[in-house]
């Protein structure tokens, strides 16, 4: 593609000084090393995995135009390597046709060397696709051919290894995401959750075509999954975009827990079932309990407000049949989130049915206080000999006959019992103010 240009004869002018003998042999194996070092990296690059695929595959999108450039780029690098190695082969034959080169000698290779004495002819496509006028050929030194080798290597390496480094990390982690969902379909379906029938089954389904679509998109425009490296000059620097990816297996990740919690329903369903009976058997007790304590409350004390007391959780029991049913017909699926809606529900109606409870039976709590706090005041009197007192008789008396009587006034009986520890305050106050001059006397 591309030939050495004809160099000048004795009467050239060499672009600047004339090299002696070992610069041009210093030159020469300079220029030596380079010519291994890049044919080298092009056999390497022709034989890059992933150059072979993109040559094979089926591309589409921003792959398909890149490598379209790319293939341009690599066939253009041949050419270029052929007109150096061409060039080089010249100087060689011109160094090694005396051992003592002649100054013409010395002019020649110098402007081989250092001149702008390279031809290489442009390509059809290159030609069309440029965006200045057409040129059928360009001259370059050796230097600046190889400049223009490093930086179409370096770019067609960059999207060889992109399109390489996709391959290598996609396709086998959906393969092996998509094994996982076969494996989480055939549990789902055996517990009941398919599309149509549970919200699980539809994100499956949903899951299933995106793994499809994007594996046939990973394979035929890889480059549209590369997320290229910050400031990254190196060829390939960057990484596999995995966010699509990545929402797939969590959201697979998400249904398998769902179907590992049907498939938990499905063990221990019965001993669920048999704890929600037990919770709302005991609901149903205490309500039973605050309604017979309501009566016991309206026909004992007086002038009280005593709250109503709800009816039964029906609505929750024909929920708890239901979950029966699903349970005999073996439908996990829609079991499973009614038994967690039930235990929450059914918690919630025993908490409350303990609250109407408390509530309701407030009225006797405040009588029983009223009580007690008398007794107790009557026994602290009898303990200083005062038992017989008439004013603490006839108000003890008193107190008692609204507390032990129906229906009873609390806030009378309340009164009442007030006064009596006022009267036996009013006689303790005074015996204790002897007490503590007698002993003042005594010492």
Same mark, same amino acid.
């Given at each position: 593609?591309?030939?050495?240009?004809?160099?000048?004869?004795?009467?050239?002018?060499?672009?600047?000084?004339?090299?002696?003998?070992?610069?041009?042999?210093?030159?020469?194996?300079?220029?030596?090393?380079?010519?291994?070092?890049?044919?080298?990296?092009?056999?390497?690059?022709?034989?890059?995995?992933?150059?072979?695929?993109?040559?094979?595959?089926?591309?589409?999108?921003?792959?398909?135009?890149?490598?379209?450039?790319?293939?341009?780029?690599?066939?253009?690098?041949?050419?270029?390597?052929?007109?150096?190695?061409?060039?080089?082969?010249?100087?060689?034959?011109?160094?090694?046709?005396?051992?003592?080169?002649?100054?013409?000698?010395?002019?020649?290779?110098?402007?081989?060397?250092?001149?702008?004495?390279?031809?290489?002819?442009?390509?059809?496509?290159?030609?069309?696709?440029?965006?200045?006028?057409?040129?059928?050929?360009?001259?370059?030194?050796?230097?600046?051919?190889?400049?223009?080798?490093?930086?179409?290597?370096?770019?067609?390496?960059?999207?060889?290894?992109?399109?390489?480094?996709?391959?290598?990390?996609?396709?086998?982690?959906?393969?092996?995401?998509?094994?996982?969902?076969?494996?989480?379909?055939?549990?789902?379906?055996?517990?009941?959750?398919?599309?149509?029938?549970?919200?699980?089954?539809?994100?499956?389904?949903?899951?299933?075509?995106?793994?499809?679509?994007?594996?046939?998109?990973?394979?035929?425009?890889?480059?549209?999954?590369?997320?290229?490296?910050?400031?990254?000059?190196?060829?390939?620097?960057?990484?596999?975009?995995?966010?699509?990816?990545?929402?797939?297996?969590?959201?697979?990740? %998400?249904?398998?827990?769902? @179907?590992? *919690?049907? +498939? #938990? /329903? $499905?063990?221990?369903?019965?001993? !669920? &079932?048999?704890?929600?009976?037990?919770?709302?058997?005991?609901?149903?007790?205490?309500?039973?309990?605050?309604?017979?304590?309501?009566?016991?409350?309206?026909?004992?004390?007086?002038?009280?407000?005593?709250?109503?007391?709800?009816?039964?959780?029906?609505?929750?029991?024909?929920?708890?049949?239901?979950?029966?049913?699903?349970?005999?017909?073996?439908?996990?699926?829609?079991?499973?989130?009614?038994?967690?809606?039930?235990?929450?529900?059914?918690?919630?109606?025993?908490?409350?049915?303990? %609250?109407?409870?408390?509530? @309701?039976? *407030?009225? +006797? #709590? /405040? $009588?029983?206080?009223?009580?007690? !706090? &008398?007794?107790?005041?009557?026994?602290?009197?009898?303990?200083?000999?005062?038992?017989?007192?008439?004013?603490?008789?006839?108000?003890?008396?008193?107190?008692?006959?609204?507390?032990?009587?129906?229906?009873?006034?609390?806030?009378?009986?309340?009164?009442?019992?007030?006064?009596?520890?006022?009267?036996?305050?009013?006689?303790?106050?005074?015996?204790?103010?002897?007490?503590?001059?007698?002993?003042?006397?005594?010492?």
């Amino acid at each position: 593609m591309g030939v050495a240009g004809s160099f000048p004869g004795f009467a050239g002018r060499p672009p600047g000084p004339v090299m002696d003998r070992d610069e041009a042999d210093r030159a020469l194996a300079r220029l030596g090393a380079e010519h291994e070092a890049i044919e080298t990296s092009l056999l390497a690059l022709q034989d890059h995995a992933g150059r072979r695929l993109l040559e094979g595959a089926d591309l589409t999108g921003v792959t398909k135009e890149r490598w379209a450039a790319t293939e341009q780029s690599i066939t253009l690098l041949w050419g270029y390597f052929d007109a150096y190695a061409g060039a080089l082969v010249r100087a060689r034959e011109i160094r090694a046709a005396r051992r003592h080169p002649s100054r013409d000698d010395l002019a020649a290779l110098t402007e081989l060397l250092r001149g702008d004495s390279v031809t290489v002819a442009n390509p059809a496509g290159a030609r069309a696709s440029a965006g200045g006028p057409a040129r059928l050929a360009e001259r370059f030194t050796l230097e600046e051919l190889v400049a223009r080798m490093n930086d179409l290597y370096a770019g067609s390496l960059d999207m060889v290894v992109a399109a390489d480094s996709v391959w290598s990390a996609l396709p086998a982690r959906i393969d092996l995401l998509a094994a996982e969902l076969r494996r989480t379909r055939s549990l789902a379906h055996s517990v009941g959750v398919r599309p149509g029938e549970h919200p699980a089954g539809d994100d499956l389904e949903s899951i299933t075509q995106e793994l499809i679509t994007l594996r046939v998109q990973v394979i035929s425009d890889p480059l549209a999954f590369w997320l290229p490296g910050p400031g990254s000059a190196a060829p390939g620097g960057g990484r596999p975009d995995t966010s699509r990816y990545d929402r797939a297996a969590r959201a697979l990740e %998400d249904v398998r827990r769902e @179907v590992e *919690a049907v +498939l #938990a /329903v $499905r063990q221990d369903a019965e001993q !669920r &079932l048999a704890r929600l009976r037990d919770v709302l058997s005991r609901a149903d007790r205490t309500l039973a309990e605050a309604r017979s304590a309501r009566g016991e409350v309206l026909a004992k004390i007086a002038a009280s407000e005593v709250p109503a007391v709800s009816g039964p959780p029906t609505a929750l029991q024909e929920r708890l049949a239901a979950a029966s049913e699903y349970r005999r017909h073996a439908q996990w699926n829609r079991l499973s989130p009614l038994l967690d809606s039930l235990e929450r529900e059914a918690e919630d109606e025993l908490l409350r049915a303990r %609250d109407s409870l408390t509530s @309701v039976t *407030a009225p +006797l #709590a /405040v $009588r029983a206080e009223l009580r007690g !706090r &008398l007794d107790a005041y009557k026994a602290k009197v009898a303990r200083h000999g005062m038992a017989e007192d008439p004013l603490l008789i006839e108000r003890y008396d008193a107190a008692r006959r609204m507390l032990w009587s129906a229906p009873c006034d609390l806030r009378v009986a309340g009164q009442a019992v007030l006064r009596y520890q006022q009267a036996a305050a009013d006689l303790l106050t005074p015996r204790r103010r002897d007490e503590h001059d007698g002993l003042g006397e005594r010492s």
